[in-house]
């Protein structure tokens, strides 16, 4: 995954048990009308 294909904004990051999870809500541009929040799982 590249970083240009993450589209989120108002982002949280948590971290448990060594990994890092990356919330937010997204869209289909930084601009455009909410969709939901996605997660990230690194």
Do not use: Q
């Amino acid at each position: 995954m590249r970083r240009e294909d993450v589209n989120i904004r108002d982002p949280y990051v948590l971290v448990h048990d060594g990994k890092y999870y990356l919330y937010g809500t997204r869209s289909a541009t930084c601009w455009g009308e909410a969709g939901g929040f996605g997660c990230y799982v690194s």
